[in-house]
């Protein structure tokens, strides 16, 4: 069994944690967290800290913590020549404190509390400053996902841009289509089939085939009239990307 | 059984020829095709016509061709007094020839060629200028939809802009997402779980509720290293939806 130590207490630690205790091959050793309250139901009370002193001495640290916490708190764990891999997808390894082998373990998915997630269909992205401890990261990400890949940091932070588009940004489309259902007395649920369908879609057609409405259909008249019913920020994001649909349309 | 004529053959006149005619409840009778072959794995070919003087006289007809053309179609009915319906989510009642009852009868989802879809879990808002023929026109959706309702033409359209949102601006950001994956040796296929997740996720929480990622939590310098990896257009679209997703954050 290889012993972790999790730092953090945030939803991606969370995650982590359940994954990991019910891996069977990893042993969750201790779980760094300033908010103990928040893992309490996920570990015993005695395998939490909020001390880097008393932190536990293991062959790899896991950070999930702020992206802006990751450097200094690599910096104040109290050991040398350990594996310390922080799981932020626009994190560079050269961020992380050079006293430890530096590595990145970015699980590619959306965490919400409260939301349980398969983490064996979750794509696992890691990285190792020294290829020859490559194993354990590997066997790491193994335990708790069936889809592990290596990546370099400027392919994570490229995959994390490409995440924002594809999962925040979406989410926010979602929204303001919640939002103009509710200004018209319509149930946002009508268009879950269509979201559900529209996620579908793209295992089995590539975004670009699968593209449909007015502005691929180049139907300025539906266009036109849609632009009359939104208020001003809701018409700026349907201009921009009805023209970029338009733009990319012509490249294919 | 309800026996119906069908005047398209592209899309939505495929899955609704291909979904009725499986329902066991509804005959149809005739289907109105200019491109035949586009239909000739659906029905019979002496049940196909192009020639408006052959249509066969029945209670309820079914206009599902591009919207720019439904307005002269439903003139071109050499029928009066019956039930004409469009599937238009963008078209309102009073577009339809007057000399038949205009009706609206919109599936709120998308289709694509070659990609089969579960009409039992589509919504179908329906709309009809007679009040005392409501029940046939309901008894048409429910013999294919278990997700009936009643929306007049200005929440039809508003529907059919929040889809655009929810469906087909989404589609677009997903491509985005692939080209900037492409551009950097990712397979696109690593963001497919998170896309699904990010659909599954407003089934159980609002979109307001599931909005994660660096512009909800102000995370500026995440931000601006995204904005140095795209282009023009990518960085217009990037910094619009994430001005948009601070303000609404504030409102909440």
């Known amino acids: 069994m290889l012993a972790i130590v999790i730092i953090g207490s945030g939803n991606v630690a969370q995650h982590l944690i359940r ?27 005695d395998k939490i800290t909020s001390d880097f002193a008393q932190l536990k001495e293991v062959p790899l640290y896991l950070i999930a913590v702020a992206d802006k916490a990751v450097a200094e708190v690599s910096a104040k764990i109290p050991f040398e020549g350990k594996i310390v891999a922080h799981t932020s997808g626009s994190i560079s390894l050269s961020e992380l404190d050079p006293k430890n082998t530096r590595a990145a373990f970015y699980p590619v998915q959306t965490f919400s509390k409260d939301k349980a997630v398969d983490f064996r ?18 066997d790491l990400a193994r335990a708790i996902s069936g889809k592990v890949f290596e990546m370099d940091s400027k392919q994570r932070k490229a995959l994390h841009v490409a995440a924002v588009f594809s999962c ?85």
């Open 168 to 252: 925040n940004f979406v989410n926010h489309l979602y929204a303001l289509g919640n939002v103009i259902c509710d200004r018209h007395n319509i149930p946002f649920e009508v268009l879950q089939p269509l979201i559900l369908e529209t996620a579908n879609k793209i295992t089995t057609l590539s975004p670009a085939q699968a593209q449909t409405g007015p502005a691929i259909r180049g139907d300025f008249g539906t266009i036109n009239a849609h632009l009359e019913l939104l208020d001003d920020n809701q018409s700026a994001i349907y201009q921009l990307l009805t023209q970029s649909i338009i733009d990319h349309g012509k490249k294919l």
């Open 121 to 138: 269909q979750i794509p696992i992205g890691i990285e190792i400053e020294d290829p020859t401890q490559k194993t354990i990261l590997e």
């Open 19 to 45: 994954a990991f205790s019910q891996s069977g091959s990893i042993e969750v050793v201790q779980v760094f967290a300033r908010n103990a309250e928040a893992v309490s139901r996920l570990i015993d009370a």
